[in-house]
């Protein structure tokens, strides 16, 4: 009997162990620091190495290493929740964010840059704020812990975009797949002009929605207490500190890279809910389900984007974290990854042909599903 309880203990420890090896897959974002490097030391075309990993690279491994679409078991989840490796990898981002930064902001200053290569590493610099930045803040800004509350805000920090934590858990989260929703793309909606809705829409919903907090705790509008006052000043000062550090130039550079780091993000949210509408119940809407938000099961991107591409479960179970994300299989399902689905937003003809034709069939193939444009 000893035995057998040595034998069981010993099995556990290697299943835990077995675990903790799995859940370091997502240190494989790393991969992005070499490019990073290569955008930051070297010249000509390899100052867009980044671009060339995320639109070349990563959509090449997608197509050669489909998804699986396995979920973990309830015993799997249980010790993938109690693993503390998930949540530590998130935190060690936060630093890594603001050193790859500082390298930027110290490598644009480097004499003797053509526009070219300015632009090539000011488009890795927005890159990496929306890979690292937007994705892994909006992760932590789901958490309800005050430290990564403040990680979660400091990583959106880079992108001078700290009103997302707002608009996107207290707007977004509730009105997905409606007309009310700033980041929900109508069905036949062009990106560009969904870019402007969403960003300035979603600006102003985060403030009506901070103004509503503060009302119904009675606490003053114009006041410490209104958290979007405080992310104005606090992104106030960074770029004044970035300025009084680096000078004019690197400020300006930094300033165009948030944008596209802004614009790049405002594109996911455009692929994440393109065309998918909720039944409206009365003067309500129909619960939040997977069928709301376009699925994409790659491995390759869901590793890599901290399994953000299980945008389906995400809004399912907003609560659940990237770790235990589930895979559906009767929801609609994005023809590639992130990566390609996003270069093909950028031609709308092209987008609109490979897009309705999916709405088209999951309708067919799903009557008695959620509403679908």
């Given at each position: 009997?000893?035995?057998?309880?040595i034998?069981?203990?010993?099995?556990n420890r290697?299943k835990?162990?077995?675990m903790n090896?799995?859940?370091?897959k997502y240190?494989?974002?790393?991969?992005i620091?070499?490019?990073?490097?290569?955008?930051f030391?070297m010249?000509?075309v390899?100052t867009f190495?980044?671009?060339?990993?995320a639109y070349?690279l990563?959509?090449?491994?997608?197509f050669?290493l489909?998804g699986?679409?396995?979920?973990?078991?309830?015993?799997?989840?249980?010790e993938a929740?109690?693993d503390?490796t998930?949540?530590?990898?998130?935190?060690?981002m936060v630093?890594i964010?603001?050193?790859v930064?500082?390298?930027f902001l110290?490598s644009i200053?480097e004499?003797g840059?053509s526009?070219f290569?300015?632009?090539?590493?000011?488009?890795s610099?927005g890159l990496?704020?929306?890979?690292l930045?937007?994705?892994?803040?909006?992760?932590l800004?789901?958490?309800?812990?005050?430290h990564?509350?403040?990680?979660?805000?400091?990583?959106?920090l880079?992108?001078?975009?700290m009103h997302f934590?707002?608009e996107?858990?207290y707007?977004?989260h509730?009105r997905v797949a409606?007309?009310e929703?700033?980041?929900?793309?109508r069905?036949?909606?062009?990106?560009?002009?969904?870019?402007?809705?969403s960003?300035?829409?979603g600006?102003?919903?985060?403030?009506?929605?901070?103004a509503k907090?503060l009302?119904?705790?009675?606490?003053?509008?114009y006041?410490i207490?209104?958290?979007?006052?405080?992310f104005?000043?606090?992104?106030?000062?960074f770029?004044?500190a970035i300025?009084?550090l680096?000078g004019?130039?690197?400020t300006?550079?930094?300033l165009?890279a948030?944008?596209i780091?802004?614009?790049l993000f405002e594109?996911?949210?455009y692929i994440?809910?393109?065309?998918?509408?909720?039944k409206?119940?009365n003067?309500?809407f129909?619960?939040v389900l997977p069928?709301?938000?376009w699925?994409s099961n790659?491995d390759?991107g869901?590793?890599l984007?901290f399994?953000l591409?299980r945008?389906?479960d995400?809004?399912?179970k907003a609560?659940?974290?990237?770790?235990?994300?589930k895979?559906?299989e009767?929801?609609?399902q994005?023809?590639?990854?992130?990566p390609?689905?996003i270069?093909?937003?950028f031609i709308?003809?092209?987008w609109?042909?490979v897009?309705?034709r999916k709405?088209d069939?999951?309708?067919?193939?799903n009557p008695?599903?959620?509403?679908?444009?």
């Amino acid at each position: 009997m000893p035995g057998c309880f040595i034998l069981n203990a010993y099995l556990n420890r290697k299943k835990i162990n077995a675990m903790n090896l799995k859940s370091l897959k997502y240190l494989s974002i790393l991969t992005i620091l070499i490019f990073v490097y290569l955008s930051f030391t070297m010249h000509g075309v390899w100052t867009f190495a980044v671009a060339i990993y995320a639109y070349i690279l990563v959509p090449g491994l997608e197509f050669i290493l489909p998804g699986k679409g396995t979920n973990m078991t309830n015993d799997e989840e249980i010790e993938a929740l109690k693993d503390k490796t998930y949540d530590i990898m998130l935190y060690a981002m936060v630093p890594i964010l603001f050193g790859v930064l500082v390298f930027f902001l110290f490598s644009i200053r480097e004499p003797g840059l053509s526009t070219f290569e300015i632009i090539g590493r000011i488009s890795s610099m927005g890159l990496v704020a929306v890979t690292l930045g937007f994705n892994v803040g909006h992760e932590l800004g789901h958490r309800n812990t005050r430290h990564e509350k403040i990680m979660s805000r400091a990583m959106l920090l880079v992108s001078l975009q700290m009103h997302f934590v707002i608009e996107h858990n207290y707007g977004h989260h509730k009105r997905v797949a409606t007309e009310e929703d700033p980041a929900s793309a109508r069905y036949g909606e062009v990106l560009y002009t969904f870019w402007f809705r969403s960003w300035i829409m979603g600006y102003i919903s985060a403030w009506k929605l901070e103004a509503k907090r503060l009302k119904n705790e009675g606490l003053p509008f114009y006041s410490i207490h209104n958290e979007m006052i405080r992310f104005e000043i606090i992104q106030i000062l960074f770029v004044a500190a970035i300025f009084v550090l680096f000078g004019g130039f690197a400020t300006l550079a930094y300033l165009v890279a948030a944008f596209i780091s802004k614009i790049l993000f405002e594109t996911i949210n455009y692929i994440e809910h393109y065309g998918l509408t909720r039944k409206r119940k009365n003067k309500s809407f129909e619960k939040v389900l997977p069928v709301h938000s376009w699925n994409s099961n790659k491995d390759v991107g869901r590793v890599l984007l901290f399994e953000l591409t299980r945008h389906s479960d995400h809004h399912y179970k907003a609560s659940r974290k990237y770790q235990i994300l589930k895979h559906y299989e009767d929801v609609p399902q994005m023809p590639a990854g992130y990566p390609a689905m996003i270069l093909l937003s950028f031609i709308p003809p092209l987008w609109f042909y490979v897009m309705h034709r999916k709405i088209d069939r999951f309708k067919k193939e799903n009557p008695a599903g959620a509403a679908l444009a």
